[in-house]
């Protein structure tokens, strides 16, 4: 990928945006990934969420919301400069 870049940015330039672009998807990891998934397993452990059917709990859609809405939001939005980057979401 980086050879694709250095058609028209120098190394260092394209070496440092994945530099902050790992670092922006290890943020997200560590900050709401990896909590977000232990809570979600303790409270599913603990019986709280039902398992006859999926997607019934709220918790389940704030999960799923996490990852898949926030979370690529997030991780596309630094990685493509998506319009809907979610700068607050550094904060
Ligand atoms: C065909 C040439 C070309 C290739 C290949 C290319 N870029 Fe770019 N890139 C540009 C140009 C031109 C701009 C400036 C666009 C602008 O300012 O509107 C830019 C802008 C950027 C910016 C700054 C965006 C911003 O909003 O400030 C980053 C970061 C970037 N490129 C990373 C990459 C990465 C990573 C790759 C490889 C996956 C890549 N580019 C491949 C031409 C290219």
Redesign the pocket.
């Known amino acids: ?2 050879n ?2 250095s ?3 120098t190394s260092s ?2 070496d440092n ?2 530099i902050q672009y790992d670092g922006a998807v290890n943020l997200y990891n560590d900050k709401f990934g990896i909590p977000a998934t232990a809570i979600y397993k303790k409270v599913r452990g603990a019986g709280l969420i039902a398992n006859d059917t999926t997607f019934d709990d709220e918790l389940e859609w704030t999960y799923f919301y996490l990852w898949h809405h926030e979370g690529r939001r997030a991780r596309m939005g630094a990685a493509m ?1 998506a319009p809907d980057y979610p700068v607050a979401w550094f904060l």
């Open positions: 990928m980086k694709v870049c058609a028209c940015h330039y394209v945006f994945y400069f």
